[in-house]
């Protein structure tokens, strides 16, 4: 009977410990998530990185730029972007195109 009864507690020890695990790895992907969403709003983009992201020329960003139809800033003559702020123009083109 005594074995029986160490079989259980060990099974139990087990389960407990693989419980645990799964949690402390759920709670790891989620910070993972956390950070990476985090971070990514304070990248900084190039004329590609931005033309990939919305779908369109490079050309075409070029122009929204130079003509201040997009955020962008220059750093040492050349375009970049704050993917936060591209973020926040794209919510506004979107309220926009939702009042017509």
């Not at 079989?7 to 992907?29: I, Y």
């Not at 304070?42 to 955020?71: C, N, S, W």
Request: net charge positive; with cysteine.
């Amino acid at each position: 009977m005594g074995n029986f009864f160490q079989k259980n507690n060990v099974h139990a020890h087990c389960r407990l410990k693989l419980e645990n695990f799964v949690l402390f790895c759920r709670d790891l992907a989620l910070m993972a998530i956390n950070m990476s969403a985090s971070s990514s709003e304070g990248e900084i983009l190039t004329i590609k990185q931005v033309a990939d992201f919305l779908k369109v020329t490079e050309r075409t960003i070029y122009r929204l730029a130079a003509a201040k139809k997009i955020p962008a800033f220059k750093v040492g003559g050349t375009w970049r972007f704050s993917r936060a702020e591209i973020n926040q123009w794209i919510q506004r083109q979107q309220k926009e195109d939702g009042k017509m």
